[in-house]
DNA sequence: CAATGTTTAACTACTC
DNA sequence: GAGTAGTTAAACATTG
C-alpha cells in the first residue's frame, strides 16, 4: 500500500510543498484529474478556467487552486462503509445498484476517479461482508444487471459517533445461526437471522419479505439451512412501485456493546403510499452527514477544532489550519471550495446536495429514470 | 465476456 | 498487546 492510498487526511499544502516524494506520488495518483486544474489561471480564457468534467473549477479564486489540487488529490475522510450508505441514503428510494454506488463515489469525489480496480473491488467487498449491507433482488419489471443494495432496517445510524472513518461497532445480525463448520458469517446466514430477528422490526419491507441475498447462490456452495426455507421473495408491488413508505414509529438499535445508545427501528408499511421508505432520523437534506451537527452530538463537538482534542477524535481531525470539522459543518468558504473540488460541483448546503436526484442517480445509463411522481 | 457478488487472507490502524 | 474495524488483493462463481 502506499502512502498516499493509505492517507485519510487532508494533506497540508505545506506537508506536499516540503516533500517531493509525496507530491510526486500524488501528481502521479491524480493526473486525470488534476489536468482539470489550471495550474495558472487565466482570467482571460474562459477554456482554461473550465472543465468539461468539473465546471465548477472555474469558480475557484486563484489563491484557492493550489488548495484544491491538494484536497482533490487526498482521500476523503470517510470508510467504503460510510460512502455506501451516504449513497443509499441519497438514492431517491434509498437502494442503489453496484455501478449507482461507483458513479455516486466518483461523481463526488475526484479521488475516486483514479485506482478505480482498487476501490471498487473494496466496495464490494464491503457490501458482501458487512450485514448492514443487503441486497435486494431485481424484478421482472426493472430487469438488468445486479441487484439492488439497501441498509439493514437495523443498522441504525451506524455513525452515530461521529466518525466516518471508523465505526465504534460494526453491525452485526444479532442471533447468528452458529454452524460450527464455518468461523465467519455466510451469505444465507444473513438471510435467516434477517428473517429469524423481526420481533423488534416486524414491519420492516426487509424483514418480512426478506430482501437480502436470496437470487444468488454465490461462489461458495454450501447446503441451504431452515433459516433459508424461512425466506421469502418482496411482493412485486414492492418493484412495481419502489417508493414505498415505511414510517418511524420508534427509533431505537440495539447494540451489544453497552456504550452505544440503545436505539431500536421500528417502521411501518403504508402500501398504499407513494412516499418513500425512510430510514430513521433520515434528512434527506443532508444524505447521511445528517448526525454530523453539533446538535445531534453535543456531546462529541467539544473537542473539536481545538489543540487537543478529544482521543475519540484523534484520527478524525486534520492538522490546524488544514481541515477543520466545524467548516464542514456550517459551510465555511474553504469547505466549499473543498466540496466544489472533490465533486465538480457547487453547493449551497452544508453538505452534499441532495435537492437535485438527478445529478447522480438518474445521469448514467445503467440506472432507471427518477420517477416522475 | 465483463460486471457483479462472495469469500479468504494479509495487512494497517485504532480502541480498550 | 489483544481484539476489532477497515482496506486491499486475489481467486473464484454467477449472471446478463
Same mark, same amino acid.
Given at each position: 500500500m502506499d502512502r498516499i492510498t493509505s492517507s485519510y487526511s487532508l494533506i497540508p499544502s505545506t506537508e506536499l510543498d516540503a516533500n517531493p516524494t509525496m507530491a510526486d506520488l500524488w501528481q502521479s495518483n491524480n493526473a486525470a484529474y488534476l489536468s482539470?486544474?489550471?495550474t495558472t489561471p487565466n482570467n482571460n480564457n474562459p477554456m482554461q478556467q473550465?472543465? !468539461?468534467?468539473?465546471?465548477? %473549477?472555474?469558480?475557484?479564486p486563484s489563491a484557492n487552486l493550489g488548495y484544491a489540487r491538494r484536497y482533490a488529490a487526498s482521500k476523503p475522510p470517510y470508510s467504503y462503509i460510510s460512502l455506501i450508505t451516504h449513497a443509499i441514503n441519497g438514492s431517491p428510494d434509498r437502494m442503489c445498484t453496484l455501478s449507482q454506488i461507483y458513479q455516486y463515489i466518483q461523481d463526488r469525489y475526484? #479521488?475516486?476517479?483514479?485506482n478505480q480496480q482498487r476501490w471498487q473491488n473494496s466496495i464490494r467487498h464491503s457490501l458482501s461482508f458487512n450485514d448492514c449491507f443487503i441486497k435486494v433482488p431485481r424484478s421482472s419489471e426493472r430487469p438488468g444487471k445486479g441487484s439492488f443494495w439497501t441498509l439493514h !432496517? *437495523?443498522? +441504525?445510524?451506524?455513525f452515530e459517533n461521529g466518525? #466516518? %472513518? @471508523?465505526?465504534?461497532k460494526r453491525f452485526k445480525v444479532k442471533d447468528k445461526t452458529k *454452524?460450527? &463448520?464455518?468461523s465467519k458469517t455466510t451469505t444465507k446466514d444473513k438471510i435467516g437471522n434477517l428473517n429469524l430477528n423481526?420481533?423488534?422490526?416486524?414491519?420492516s419491507p426487509l424483514s418480512d419479505h426478506?430482501? +437480502? @441475498?436470496?437470487d444468488s447462490p454465490g461462489s461458495s456452495p454450501r447446503q441451504a439451512s431452515a433459516?433459508?426455507?424461512l425466506t421469502l421473495p418482496l411482493p412485486s408491488s414492492y418493484y412495481h412501485h419502489p417508493h414505498h413508505q415505511y414510517s418511524q414509529i420508534q427509533s431505537q438499535t440495539n447494540y451489544?456493546?453497552?456504550?452505544m445508545p440503545m436505539i431500536k427501528t421500528e417502521y411501518h408499511h403504508?402500501?398504499?403510499?407513494?412516499?418513500i421508505y425512510t430510514p430513521?432520523?433520515?434528512?434527506p437534506n443532508n444524505? +447521511? %452527514?445528517?448526525? %454530523?451537527?453539533s446538535e445531534h452530538n453535543p456531546q462529541y463537538?467539544?473537542?473539536? *477544532?481545538?489543540?487537543?482534542?478529544?482521543s475519540s477524535f484523534l484520527h478524525q481531525i486534520a492538522p490546524? +489550519?488544514?481541515? @477543520?470539522i466545524e467548516d464542514l459543518i456550517n459551510g465555511q468558504p474553504d469547505f466549499k471550495s473543498f466540496y466544489s473540488t472533490m465533486t465538480g460541483h457547487e453547493t449551497t448546503?452544508? #453538505?452534499? *446536495?441532495?435537492?437535485?436526484?438527478?445529478?447522480?442517480? #438518474?445521469? &448514467?445509463?445503467?440506472t432507471t429514470n427518477p420517477p416522475s411522481s
Open positions: 482539470q486544474i489550471p473550465t472543465s !468539461p468534467n468539473n465546471p465548477s %473549477l472555474q469558480s475557484l475526484a #479521488y475516486y476517479r483514479q !432496517p *437495523d443498522s +441504525g445510524n451506524m466518525c #466516518y %472513518l @471508523r465505526r465504534q *454452524d460450527p &463448520n464455518k423481526k420481533s423488534h422490526s416486524s414491519s426478506t430482501m +437480502g @441475498r436470496l433459516s433459508e426455507s451489544s456493546n453497552e456504550t403504508h402500501p398504499t403510499s407513494s412516499s430513521p432520523n433520515y434528512d444524505n +447521511g %452527514l445528517q448526525y %454530523l451537527t463537538f467539544h473537542g473539536i *477544532d481545538q489543540t487537543t482534542p478529544s490546524p +489550519g488544514t481541515f @477543520r448546503s452544508n #453538505y452534499l *446536495d441532495t435537492t437535485n436526484p438527478n445529478a447522480y442517480y #438518474y445521469n &448514467n445509463n445503467n
